[in-house]
C-alpha cells in the first residue's frame, strides 16, 4: 500500500525530450509528405473518366424522326441547324432499363420523342421517361430511315460497354470496377456499344448486334468491360456503325 503525495503514474513522459524532438519532427514531415506523393500518384494514374455527361444545358430536348427498333431502339433525327444532313440518337429509358415496350408499336414510324440527352463525343443518348414521352408525327409512309450500306467484315478490338453510362450517365462507365452496372444495364435492355482505342471505318463506337442485326441480349455479358477481340460485318445507318459480330469469334484480346 502507498501513502503520500505519488501522482498519477502515465507510462510516458508529458514532455518529448529534447534529443528526439528533431528525428521525430523530420519524421512526421516525411510521412505527411510521402502520403501526399502517393495520393497524387495514385489520382494521376486513374483511368479519364472522358467528357460524356447530360447536356443540363440544353434542358429538355425534343427529337422527330424515324424510329427503329432493332437490334435496339434508335431515332434517325430529321436535319437541323447542328446535324444538317441528320444524326441518328440512340435511345434509353430512366435507370438501367431500355424502351423496348414503349418503342415496339413504332418501328420505321415518324415520331418526336422528348427528353434529356447524354453525350460523349459521336455518341448521342436520349432518355426517354416515359411513353408519354413518345408520340407518333407522321405516317409510317412519310419518311424512312436511312438504308444500310454495308462496309465490309472487320476484326475488331475494344471493350463493350452500356451505351448509357459510356455516353456519361454514369463516370468513368467504363473498365473492369463498372462490369457489375454495365452488365445490369445491357440486361435492362440499355444498347451496348463496342468502343475502340482507334477509329475504325470511320468510327470510334459502334451500336453492337449479332450477325443477324438483332439484339445480342446475354450473350455479351462475360465478354463487357474487358479488351475484346470479335469478327463480324460493320454496316452504316445513317452516320449510326453498327457491328454485327459473330458471337462465337467474341474472346479476350491478348495485350
Given amino acids: ?55 443540363w444545358d440544353a434542358g429538355p430536348q425534343s427529337v422527330i424522326g424515324v424510329l427503329e427498333t432493332q437490334p435496339y431502339p434508335v431515332i434517325h433525327a430529321r436535319p437541323s ?3 444538317p444532313s441528320g ?16 418503342t415496339h408499336l413504332f418501328d420505321g414510324v415518324l415520331v418526336e420523342a422528348g427528353g434529356f440527352v ?29 438504308a444500310p450500306v454495308d462496309l465490309g467484315r472487320w476484326r475488331i478490338q475494344g471493350e463493350i460497354c452500356d451505351g448509357k ?11 473492369l470496377a463498372h462490369k457489375a452496372c454495365a452488365n445490369l444495364c445491357v440486361i435492362g435492355g440499355v444498347p451496348p456499344v463496342l468502343v475502340t482505342a482507334s477509329p475504325v471505318a470511320g468510327a470510334s463506337f459502334f451500336l453492337l448486334s449479332d450477325g443477324e442485326g438483332k439484339a445480342l441480349d446475354g450473350r455479351i455479358l ?4 474487358v479488351l475484346i477481340e470479335a469478327v463480324g460485318r460493320i454496316e452504316r ?16 484480346a491478348r495485350r
Avoid: W
Avoid at 12 to 27: C, D, I, K, Q, V
Avoid at 237 to 252: C, E, I, N, Q, W
Fill in 87 to 102: 444524326h441518328t440518337y440512340l435511345l434509353s429509358g430512366d435507370g438501367k432499363r431500355g424502351v423496348q415496350s414503349e
Fill in 1 to 55: 500500500m502507498t501513502t503520500g503525495n505519488d501522482g498519477f503514474f502515465t507510462g510516458y513522459s508529458a514532455r518529448t525530450p529534447e534529443n528526439l524532438r528533431p528525428f521525430l519532427s523530420f519524421l512526421a514531415a516525411l510521412v505527411i509528405a510521402g502520403g501526399a506523393l502517393v495520393s497524387f500518384g495514385l489520382a494521376t494514374h486513374q483511368g479519364d473518366a472522358g467528357a460524356g455527361g447530360f447536356d
Fill in 118 to 146: 447524354v453525350k460523349r463525343g459521336t455518341l448521342d443518348m436520349l432518355l426517354v421517361n416515359s411513353s408519354d414521352s413518345l408520340k407518333r408525327a407522321g405516317t409510317v409512309a412519310a419518311e424512312r430511315p436511312p
Fill in 81 to 83: 441547324k447542328v446535324f
Fill in 237 to 252: 445507318r445513317g452516320d449510326l456503325h453498327v457491328f454485327k459480330l459473330d458471337p462465337s469469334t467474341l474472346k479476350v
Fill in 165 to 175: 453510362c459510356y455516353a456519361g450517365a454514369m463516370r468513368p462507365g467504363i473498365g
Fill in 222 to 225: 462475360d465478354s463487357v468491360a
